[in-house]
């Protein structure tokens, strides 16, 4: 069970999950990227697909958070050598958040239309919001599934089959995107805004298929759902209701930059789109080391190896920041041309560049709040976690969104705020650490 803290043995596991974590925002960006360059209303669809995608985002992480709360209890175990004792967990933690899946959808489909006109969509763009939802909401509960797999396969210390459903994925959206938006002459009628959303249910269907196949195939546990409920179902729960209200603050954030963004007009909301899309890409892409906390911390909190864990934290740092600052130099070396990729209309690409250098300059700042936040997962300081969104939404980015907006900062007040929101994440959790880790990592 030793963990050794190498260079070779976190890419092994930061590397695989890197690139499982970027299929969600490239097949976000894919749909970014062909809706904004269809023949007609390009950027009204455009803008259609950021704001389902924030609304979807949302349902996505307050609901998905099961993978967080899996990962932690089965690395825990794992650490401790106790995992037999919480092999039927998985499948009962699948069977509740896909059974919460279908009451939502029950909820919202009927309501689409004042869902989006709350986001301040109207005309064209809460006609496409509404188009494009209403198709892409019944690949929730398969969303779901998946991550509650993944989550399993973490806390297995296993990101390889993770990636490899994630490729699928991603591989089958983009191909199936292409085909149903702009169609194939003779054979497929262009859809439009529609093609793009078959494409996305589509994929998920099939990277849920995948994830039943690999982990009946290659590990013991079963999707079989046994009662009574297992013991840490308790602790799940705490854990997945801490994360739910953590996410609500994380998601009034992302509700607030879009909509204010809507609010400024069709070429601002088409820009946060692309700027809100790259940015969650870099996230992901650092994600993948805060991956490797999550998996690593768990297991070495269960084995009570302080010591190793202070070296883990200090360790990812270096890599994190690191690759932050490579990004904000990918990002700087493709300025002149990444907007373009994404749409041609002058307008939303001024209104784009005009801010695009927030977003490459926060990405040094983001490795430290989320490898931090990864490691914290993993330990199950879901507690901490919750209070601490919600402080810093509540307190620093919707003030400073607030006073910005009032001098017409527009995007500018919007990306601003998530900077200084970002920073006020990432600290609080360098210095609890410290507090509770470094003085008994001296003692063993």
């Not at 489909?109 to 006609?127: M, R, V």
């Not at 959206?173 to 589509?202: Q, T």
């Not at 079989?224 to 209200?245: E, G, W, Y």
């Amino acid at each position: 069970m030793k963990t050794a803290i190498t260079l070779k043995n976190i890419n092994k596991l930061a590397i695989p999950a890197l690139i499982s974590g970027v299929a969600e925002p490239i097949l976000s960006l894919t749909d970014t990227a062909i809706i904004g360059n269809v023949d007609y209303n390009a950027a009204e669809a455009l803008a259609a697909v950021g704001i389902v995608g924030a609304f979807i985002s949302m349902l996505i992480w307050v609901f998905g958070q099961t993978r967080s709360a899996i990962s932690s209890i089965v690395s825990q175990h794992l650490g401790a050598n106790q995992l037999d004792q919480v092999k039927n967990l998985p499948a009962q933690a699948i069977f509740l958040i896909t059974s919460i899946s279908i009451v939502i959808i029950a909820i919202t489909l009927p309501f689409s239309s004042q869902i989006f006109n709350f986001y301040n969509a109207s005309g064209q763009i809460l006609d496409y919001s509404v188009e494009y939802y209403n198709i892409r909401v019944f690949g929730f509960p398969f969303t779901l599934f998946t991550i509650a797999v993944f989550g399993t396969f973490r806390g297995l210390q296993n990101t390889f089959y993770p990636m490899i459903i994630a490729i699928v994925g991603t591989i089958v959206n983009i191909v199936l995107d292409v085909v149903f938006v702009y169609g194939i002459d003779g054979f497929i009628s262009p859809m439009h805004i529609k093609g793009a959303a078959y494409a996305s249910v589509i994929a998920q269907i099939i990277m849920a298929l995948c994830s039943a196949y690999f982990l009946l195939k290659k590990t013991d546990i079963s999707l079989r759902v046994t009662f009574p409920f297992n013991k840490q179902i308790k602790t799940f729960t705490i854990m997945v209701l801490n994360l739910f209200v953590r996410t609500l603050a994380l998601n009034a954030t992302l509700y607030f930059a879009t909509s204010y963004s809507t609010l400024y007009g069709t070429q601002y909301i088409a820009a946060y789109t692309i700027a809100i899309n790259l940015w969650f890409l870099g996230a992901f892409i650092i994600d993948g080391y805060a991956s490797a906390g999550n998996i690593l911390s768990g297991k070495l909190l269960g084995a009570k190896d302080y010591k190793k864990l202070v070296e883990l934290s200090r360790f990812l740092i270096k890599c994190g920041i690191g690759v932050g600052f490579i990004l904000a130099v990918i990002g700087l070396a493709s300025y002149s041309f990444v907007g373009s990729v994404f749409t041609k209309d002058l307008e939303v690409l001024n209104e784009f560049y005009k801010i695009y250098w927030i977003v490459l300059a926060m990405q040094p700042l983001c490795a430290l709040a989320f490898i931090f936040d990864g490691m914290f997962k993993g330990m199950g300081k879901m507690k901490f976690l919750r209070n601490l969104l919600l402080l810093s939404t509540g307190l620093v980015f919707i003030p400073v969104l607030l006073i910005l907006d009032s001098y017409d900062l527009k995007l500018y007040a919007v990306f601003i705020a998530l900077t200084v929101w970002i920073i006020a994440r990432g600290v609080p959790l360098i210095i609890k650490f410290r507090q509770l880790f470094l003085s008994l990592s001296q003692k063993t």
